[in-house]
């Protein structure tokens, strides 16, 4: 099992930045793909980003490519997501995930991924 709990949301004015982290433990996130998703209020989930298990390929939705950026830190069982150039369409409760997979290609299914964190908000001001 692996427990996930994210940090670093807040209150941002439109065009600031943000940078949220996803802290694992339970079980290394080292074989694992990570992702993060975010729930805008009364829309689906979606996809933001994801990168495999080999710290390589990462995968980003149009709306946030080029203004967002996934990292990860095995070391620290930590991975992250550097938000930039915010807007209020990037309001929405942020969730990490994890997946137990080495497979070189990322998923943006939300149903691709094991375990989730409890979320934290993000809120633009614009």
């Known amino acids: 099992q692996v427990q996930l709990v994210e940090s670093g949301g807040g209150l941002v004015q439109a065009g600031g930045s943000l940078r949220l982290s996803c802290a694992a433990s339970g079980r290394t996130l080292s074989r694992c793909a990570v992702a993060w998703f975010r729930q805008a209020p009364g829309k689906v989930r979606e996809f933001v980003a994801a990168m495999n298990y080999y710290a390589v390929n990462p995968n980003y939705a149009d709306s946030v490519k080029g203004r967002f950026t996934i990292s990860r830190d095995n070391a620290k069982n930590t991975f992250y997501l550097e938000m930039n150039s915010l807007n209020a369409e990037d309001t929405a409760v942020y969730y990490c995930?994890?997946?137990?997979?080495?497979?070189?290609?990322?998923?943006?299914?939300?149903?691709?991924?094991?375990?989730w964190g409890q979320g934290t908000q993000v809120t633009v001001s614009s």
């Open positions: 995930a994890a997946a137990q997979t080495t497979s070189y290609e990322t998923s943006y299914r939300s149903s691709d991924y094991n375990y």
